[in-house]
Structures are given as C-alpha cells and as structure tokens.
C-alpha cells in the first residue's frame, strides 16, 4: 500500500486533501438548508424542495458542458475559474436573506459544482496510473466521507439549521483550495499531461457517442434511480426529522446521521471494495440500488432511533457499493480523449437528485411529517427501478467484453 500511496501524483494528492476539508465546510451547512429555510423563513415543504432541488437542476444541465470544456480548453482553466466562483456563491448564501436569494445562490452552487466536480475526477483519471486508479477514486472518496464525519456536527453546534454563518466559513476555505491548486498547477506544470485539443469531440459528436454506447446509456438511466433515492437523504430526510412527531429534536439526529453515514464509509469502504472489485462492474451497482431502497424503506417504518441508525448502515453500504464502483466504471468504457465528457455526461444521472426533494416536499405536503409509510413507500419504489437498466447494462458489458480484452482492476 505505502508504495501505491507513493506514486500518487502530488496534484492528486492536493485534489483528495482538498476534498476533504470542502465537504467538511459544505456538510456544515448545504444540509441543513431545507430546515433553515423551513424553521426560520417558514418556506413550505414543496418550496424547499423545489429551492433545494435548483442546485442539482442547474448542474444537469451543465454537467456535460464542464467535463467537455476541461477538454477542450483544459483542466486548469476550467477548475480555477470554477473554484473561486464557488467561493463567492457561499458568500451569497451567507448574506442571503429571501427565499428567492436562496434560489438563485443553490442555482450557482449546482453551476460551479457541476464544472469542478467531473473536471477534477477527469483530471485525477489524467495523472494516475492505470493501476493506482481504483486507489485514488478510493481516497476521493473516503476524502469526503471524512469531512462529512465532522462537518455535519460542527454544523449543528455553529447553530446551521438557524444561521448562515457556517457559509462564511465555507467561502474562506474554497478561496484557500483554489490558491493551493493554483500554486499546485504551476509547481507541476511540466508533469502534466498535454489537452486533447486536437482530438476532443465536437460537441453534437460528443453527445451522439455517448448516447450511442450502448453500455453507459442504461448505466445513466439506471443510475439516475440510484440518485433519486441517495438525494432524499439530504433533503426528504432532512424535513421528516425536523417535522416528525415521533423524534425529538430532528435537527440533532439529523446531524448524527449524517456522521454516522460518514463514520460507516470510512469503515466499510476499504474491505467491501476488496470484495466486490472481482465483481462483474455493474454487480455494486445493482446490489447498491437495492439496499439504498431498502433503508428507504426502514426509514418509513422507524418509529425509533435503533431502527433509523440500522437504516443509516444499510443506506451507507449501499452507498459506497454505488458511489466508489461507478467512478471506475465511466474510467474504463470511455476513450481517454473522451473521458472529461463521459464523466460530464454521468452528471445527467443528477436529475435523480432534482426530482428527489421536489417529490418528497410533494409527498410531505401530502401525508405529513405523522404518515413516514406512505412518503417513503413511493421512494423506495421509485428507487428500485434503476434495477432493470442496470440489469441490461451489465448484460451488454458482458456481451462487449468477451469481445475485446478485459481491463485489469488492482488496488
């Protein structure tokens, strides 16, 4: 392992470390915007869905537009502009004071997230060995999940769910990443690898090559199932707990979950990737949807805190299974001077995670905080069907890889 560790460029270091310490800021306060907005601007369930959902809304629709212009015109460009943008947006929401301000900031935020984001995993797949490559989306990874250990429980004592001065510190801390990667870029200029300018897809080529793969098209669909339940944890979950009757004080054991879900990666992801990486690469994926729509469910039927902590674990596993393998799978069907726009294009499956708070404001609206089956039986149904694609796309992966030589996953 310290040989692995070793050879990790150091600009892929400064991404990982990097990761950490912005989630660590962004979980102390992108949570609990729905009760914030809830509790203190007395925003209806639907409106904060719907001004939650924004931000995931604006990055579908940029998404494949970041990773493609990392291609075209690089990854440094693209990630310093986007870095720095990301600062001011958290500035916004710090001096934010309307509900219509917190819509167009979460807009913003879902802009530079859906830039940054592919273009720093494309460039982490740019300066990795193919060997090392499962590591390093690994470390990301478990980068953020041990910011979000922390971040979601600083969040609750800086008093989040009812301020918005936990954004200050975010801003601060993304004005120091993109100094750093800055410094980074040209201290390493020489070690980088060269754009593909000459070879990057036109745009409407780019769109019909992925569209047409006939691998990662139900891979999108399919995943797109798998966000839609993972984005109700954040936003859906969030207003039940605070809402609820049957918990006391939501906001706290929101925050507690959501370090639990943290803790729980950090101690599941290293063996249960060990385990399934002699998978076939769509097995996590399927097995993922299929325990996230479970503890979807357990979260229905809860009617404790032992019940809703199981659901955490079960959510968590299916999580990592989903989340750590997917990654490597867009690395290994697109072509290298196609990857920035693979990884873009994946983003697409962040509709997912716009129509999740919409549809549990709805539902909450609906039923109420007092009726936790009927809001989470429609979720974790709605969530299972990602199965059948994933099924089809694993299918024909198989089919295409009895075809051409397999690539070698090593960690």
């Known amino acids: 392992m310290k040989q692995y560790l070793r050879q990790i460029h150091p600009l892929a270091w400064t991404i990982i470390i990097g990761t950490m310490f912005g989630r660590l800021v962004t979980s102390m306060s992108i949570p609990f915007l729905s009760i914030y907005l809830t509790r203190v601007l007395d925003a209806t369930p639907t409106e904060t ?4 959902a924004v931000s995931s809304l604006a990055g579908v629709m940029v998404s494949f537009y970041g990773g493609y212009i990392s291609d075209r015109i690089g990854r440094k460009i693209v990630m310093l502009i986007s870095v720095f943008s990301w600062a001011g947006v958290f500035f916004i929401f710090s001096a934010a ?16 997230r859906a830039v940054f984001e592919p273009t720093s995993r494309a460039l982490l797949s740019d300066i990795t060995s193919p060997e090392n490559k499962l590591l390093v989306f690994n470390l990301r990874y478990a980068a953020i999940n041990l910011g979000v250990v922390f971040g979601p429980i600083i969040g609750f004592q800086l008093g989040s769910s009812e301020s918005t001065f936990p954004f200050v510190i975010s801003g601060l801390v993304y004005i120091a990443y993109g100094l750093v990667l800055f410094l980074q870029f ?3 200029h020489a070690n980088l690898p060269e754009r593909h300018q000459a070879t990057a897809p036109r745009l409407r080529e780019a769109l019909m090559t992925t569209g047409r793969d006939r691998v990662f098209l139900p891979v999108l669909i399919g995943t797109t199932f798998c966000v839609l339940g993972y984005g109700h944890f954040s936003s859906t979950l969030a207003q039940y707990l605070a809402r609820s009757p049957i918990f006391e004080n939501g906001s706290q054991m929101f925050s507690y979950m959501l370090s639990l879900n943290a803790v729980t990666v950090l101690i599941i992801q290293y063996p249960l990737v060990r385990t399934f990486r002699s998978f076939p690469p769509l097995v996590p994926l399927i097995v993922g949807n299929l325990l996230v729509a479970t503890s979807l469910m357990m979260v229905g039927i809860a009617e404790g805190v032992l019940m809703m902590m199981m659901s955490v674990i079960l959510f968590t596993i299916g999580e990592v299974l989903l989340f750590t393998m997917m990654d490597m799978l867009i690395d290994r069907i697109a072509k290298p001077e196609w990857k920035g726009t693979y990884f873009g294009t994946i983003g697409f499956n962040n ?3 716009v129509i999740a708070p919409v549809m549990g404001g709805v539902l909450l609206s609906q039923f109420g905080a007092e009726n936790g089956l009927a809001v989470f039986v429609p979720i974790a149904l709605t969530t ?3 199965v059948p694609f994933l099924l089809i796309a694993h299918r024909r992966l ?14």
Do not use: D, Y
């Not at 004071?97 to 530079?112: I, P, R, S, Y």
């Not at 198989?398 to 960690?411: D, G, I």
């Open 398 to 411: 198989v089919v295409r890889e009895k075809q051409t030589k397999p690539t070698s996953l090593s960690m």
């Open 186 to 188: 040209k201290l390493q």
């Open 384 to 386: 299972a069907l990602g």
């Open 351 to 353: 509709i997912g995670s």
């Open 97 to 112: 004071e309307h509900l219509w301000v917190f819509f167009v900031a979460n807009t913003l935020n879902g802009l530079c």
């Open 49 to 52: 869905g719907i001004t939650v």
